[in-house]
């Protein structure tokens, strides 16, 4: 069974600049979180989807961070305008339901300059 | 809000030895899950050991076994015969039964050294 795909692995931008990671989920899988790393502390879990519907965004910096997961299954997580504190790892996961257990994707790194 | 504490930032320990990683959190919750996952060096998070706060047991998975304390708040992760393969970045994780949210910890390195 193929694992949680995501890309890119590495982004290197600027402040100001833009940037979108992708997210394939395990097959099959309804529930699909986006959780921010930052170097020295715990996932920070940003965004959950149940199939296409928004569960949880609380933590999401709305005036800077959008994600959809259009067809409910790919997702994508959007920065607009990037700013230095984000600079993270970016980690997909998903579960087959809610409280199952959560299988988490290799990350995205995000580094701002 | 919940939180989680792991007040051991690092710990090593030699190849076939037991070690003991610690984690206290705070809830007001009386129904929740408790996790243990294993980030190595440059690969994925995986999880290694579940704790559903209505057992009473404790939770264990070969090598890998659980001290769960729920009235302390304790959920502490007990690695039997260490293998290098046990290095990594662990973290201790909540999870309320209301929501599917999980609530991590700043983690423990362990390092296993021959």
């Known amino acids: 069974e193929a694992g949680v795909a995501q890309s890119p692995r590495y982004k290197i931008i600027e402040k100001r600049q833009s940037v979108a990671f992708w997210c394939n989920p395990i097959s099959g899988h309804a529930t699909l979180y986006w959780y921010q790393q930052i170097l020295g502390q715990g996932p920070k879990l940003l965004i959950q989807?149940?199939?296409?519907?928004?569960?949880?965004d609380s933590q999401l910096p709305k005036d800077r961070f959008s994600a959809e997961r259009l067809k409910g299954v790919d997702s994508t997580l959007k920065i607009q305008p990037a700013k230095l504190e984000d600079s993270a790892v970016y980690l997909c996961a998903s579960s087959p339901s809610r409280y199952n257990e959560q299988f988490f994707g290799p990350g995205t790194r995000l580094t701002v300059l | 809000a919940q939180t989680v504490t792991q007040s051991q930032p690092e710990m090593s320990v030699q190849e076939a030895e037991t070690v003991t990683l610690s984690c206290t959190y705070d809830t007001s919750e009386n129904n929740y899950y408790l996790f243990w996952y294993k980030q190595p060096p440059s690969r994925q998070m995986i999880l290694v050991i579940r704790q559903e706060a209505y057992k009473q047991q404790n939770a264990t998975e070969n090598r890998f076994s659980v001290n769960f304390q729920k009235a302390a708040k304790s959920f502490s992760l007990k690695i039997s015969d260490s293998q290098l393969g046990d290095t990594a970045m662990y973290f201790c994780?909540?999870?309320?039964?209301?929501?599917?949210?999980?609530?991590f910890g700043t983690g423990t390195r362990l390092q296993v050294t021959l």
């Open positions: 989807f149940q199939n296409n519907g928004v569960v949880d």
């Open positions: 994780a909540f999870m309320k039964l209301s929501s599917s949210k999980l609530t």
